[in-house]
């Protein structure tokens, strides 16, 4: 129907960016737990047009996220190069920082508990994101700022936590999740009398492979 | 079409335990955000004989739970009573029993998390509950067993965060609510180096009144 070649790419590239949009506000608000139809709904697009580009929610979110993850990522390396001259501030500005990047945006809350398979750049991200997380750990570690018995997965196991915190009780206790936040950073860093349950041995597996 | 009254009723009486039975085994597994259908399913009763003995799921949850609760509430006031001799034992058993109930079924932790205007009889459970839990903690933090800070309303924020890890990583990581319970547990012990982000007011309020 498009008179030209121009106008229809133009168009295409507007319908584009307005599904992006769309999808980028959707997530935040409703986590990722959403269909194709809500997203083109809120675009203003038939969801034709979403599937053409998009052959998936999966798809979708990695392109809105590749984004938010780059800047996960860069923020992590600088709180692990950070971790060399100021070990505990780091590690503790960067576990508050993780848990207020959920509390803002649920769509992040999911995706750093559930890693998809997105596109290529999302991946190198993600995987940038774990590897400046362990450095900083190691360091924070070797700087005797951590108990002994601290796990790099006790972070997925607070994610985790925290994602619940938010989802039960966002309305009634929107800051509860400083408070948590900050129990869990002090059991971090103080040894206790006693020892820990160990940690999920599948966590721990995935980690060194 | 029945040929006398007396079958009749033994037929609805068989009929009702049959939905209560699967009921509880729906819930536990599944948590109450089920439908009458898929129970009656279960039941195998056609759904309109659930819906002339019960209004809603809500209805049903609260006949299911009235004796979980029940033992429940025991429990608290058990370790209530315990607390005078041996106040951090009966704290921090109390605190690793609701963990795992919440672990073992699910109905009982969206049931804690969202007391819902159940039976007379559920009600008066759940109430008794809550003061033997707050007795309990009034007397650990009278031995000085417990942070100055610490708030009662800060199980609620350990339950959420406990029905979190348990959403998200039951799989993975079957056993991590001990783990999230040990550092809590030493978390809320030792008064730590920093003050705590206030607990929230509308939690605070919900208590006083």
């Known amino acids: 129907v498009a008179p030209s070649d121009r106008p229809l790419r133009a168009d295409a590239e507007r319908n584009r960016q307005a599904i992006i949009c769309a999808a980028g506000r959707v997530f935040a608000e409703r986590g990722t737990g959403v269909t194709l ?67 803002t945006d649920l769509a992040f809350s999911d995706v750093i508990l559930l890693p998809r398979l997105g596109t290529a750049l999302f991946r190198q991200e993600t995987r940038r994101a774990l590897e400046a997380s362990m450095l900083l750990i190691e360091r924070v570690a070797t700087a005797g700022e951590l108990r002994p018995d601290f796990d790099h997965s006790d972070l997925l196991m607070l994610l985790h936590a925290n994602a619940g915190l938010l989802r039960g009780a966002q309305r009634s206790a929107p800051h509860a999740w400083k408070r948590l936040g900050a129990y869990m950073l002090q059991a971090f860093h103080h040894g206790g009398d006693e020892a820990l349950p160990p940690p999920s041995s599948t966590w721990t597996r995935a980690r060194s492979s």
């Open 37 to 103: 139809e809500h997203i083109a709904d809120q675009a203003g697009v038939g969801v034709g047009t979403i599937y053409r580009r998009f052959a998936s929610v999966d798809a979708l979110v990695s392109v809105v996220l590749e984004e938010k993850m780059r800047r996960y990522a860069d923020r992590t390396e600088q709180e692990a190069e950070r971790a060399l001259s100021a070990p505990w501030p780091a590690f503790r500005d960067y576990v508050l920082f993780i848990l207020e990047e959920q509390a």
